[in-house]
């Protein structure tokens, strides 16, 4: 079984500061776990995704994420926020290895400010 | 570039009609997805298929079926639409097991198709 929260469903940062999109998963395997971008009527993309390989994953457009066993975390940060960064993000967790179904958390809306 | 590509980005039917949506995927891949994704839900699981002819239900199959003639091709069906099934519908394809280092268990997904059931 596998599960995956978003913990704040709403994000609101100034262009500029740094941005922290909190996910907590459960998992009875060991996880993959992937972050994805959609920006306003566009399909999903991904940012980044870990696989068990290093904790601290780099993705896309200056975003990472670590991996935090102890705390069944995964969130995701960026240094500098930028207004392109607006969009819903989402947080997902899958099995590792073999035929898998991945579980998407609620999605986090990062607004982000002048 | 993997590409999933949908038959129509927007589609506006009437209730009790039946629809189809289909899904093409170009990078050979075995396993295809539906969702359907709802404000404040995320993306729910509606089918997935992990190879021709195979199905599984997902977390909310009730009023959808599909269909997988051919590897690239993953068709969904409201037998009769109602109008709770307005919503955004998203397919995705990814990669069953590792090969030649191409990505693998990473979803790809396309534009959507935002339907409107009157």
């Known amino acids: 079984a596998q599960s995956v929260t978003q913990l704040d469903s709403h994000v609101s940062v100034s262009e500029g500061t740094p941005v922290l999109l909190r996910c907590n998963y459960s998992s009875s395997y060991s996880p993959s776990l992937f972050w994805y971008v959609q920006h306003p009527n566009k399909g999903l993309q991904l940012l980044l995704k870990y696989t068990s390989a290093a904790t601290l994953v780099k993705g896309i457009n200056g975003f990472e994420a670590e991996f935090k066993k102890s705390e069944t975390s995964f969130h995701l940060t960026k240094p500098s926020a930028h207004m392109s960064d607006a969009a819903e993000y989402f947080c997902v967790v899958a099995r590792s290895g073999g035929s898998y179904i991945p579980t998407f958390g609620r999605g986090t809306s990062l607004i982000v400010h002048p | 570039d993997v590409k999933v590509t949908q038959s129509s980005r927007y589609l506006v039917k009437r209730t009790g009609e039946k629809v189809f949506l289909e899904c093409v995927q170009d990078m050979d891949h075995e396993n295809m997805f539906w969702y359907r994704q709802d404000p404040g839900l995320g993306l729910r699981l509606i089918y997935f298929s992990y190879d021709v002819k195979m199905k599984e239900k997902g977390d909310i199959p009730e009023g959808y079926s599909v269909s997988r003639e051919k590897k690239e091709r993953f068709s969904l069906i409201l037998e009769s639409a109602s109008t709770n099934q307005t919503s955004m519908y998203l397919c995705?394809?990814?990669?069953?097991?590792?090969?030649?280092?191409?990505?693998?268990?990473?979803?790809?997904f396309g534009p959507g198709t935002r339907l409107t059931v009157l």
């Open positions: 995705a394809s990814s990669r069953l097991r590792p090969s030649g280092g191409a990505p693998y268990n990473e979803q790809f």
